[in-house]
């Protein structure tokens, strides 16, 4: 399923990191506002509860996750105002005051040990951040998202 919240390119950015998000709601309702060109959001992959991860946007291409900065702290910051250009964005469905699910992080952890495999992109504290370390003024992913639990199961030899 393909987004029309988004730009074809990278403006000639490689891919250098993740950034973790939570829609504040179910998959089906984040999927639909990520559908609707009003939202002016979108993310490259969602995982469901279940683990089953929806791409949205290529990762070629640039999804509107991030927006601009805001008392960022994420050292990846240093490549641009603009984070999206630069960042592959996944979603947990689901709200920030929840824990997401096992399969959710361990889905997630797969997936950015395949895009990091493919992009050459080293996984460590700098490259896998949650959205609030771009923008301060957000909780988003939340609390009871581990950072450390999805880059340790992500720097596993995968299976």
């Not at 791409?55 to 999804?63: I, Y």
């Not at 702290?73 to 964005?89: H, Q, S, V």
Request: hydrophobic share 35%.
């Amino acid at each position: 399923m393909i987004t029309p919240n988004q730009e074809y390119g990278r403006r000639g950015q490689t891919i250098r990191g993740f950034v973790i998000h939570r829609p504040e709601g179910s998959f089906e309702s984040a999927e639909s506002w990520i559908m609707s060109p009003k939202s002016q959001v979108s993310y490259h992959d969602m995982i469901d509860t279940d683990g089953t991860i929806t791409n949205f946007v290529m990762p070629k291409n640039t999804a509107w996750h991030a927006g601009l900065v805001k008392d960022g702290t994420a050292d990846i910051l240093k490549y641009g105002p603009n984070p999206n250009f630069y960042t592959i964005g996944i979603s947990l469905a689901g709200f920030a005051k929840d824990e997401p699910t096992q399969a959710q992080i361990t889905a997630c952890a797969k997936l950015i040990s395949t895009y990091a495999e493919n992009f050459n992109i080293q996984l460590d504290n700098n490259t896998i951040i949650p959205h609030h370390d771009i923008r301060a003024d957000k909780l988003c992913p939340g609390v009871n998202v581990s950072i450390q639990t999805i880059l340790y199961l992500a720097l596993l030899p995968q299976t």
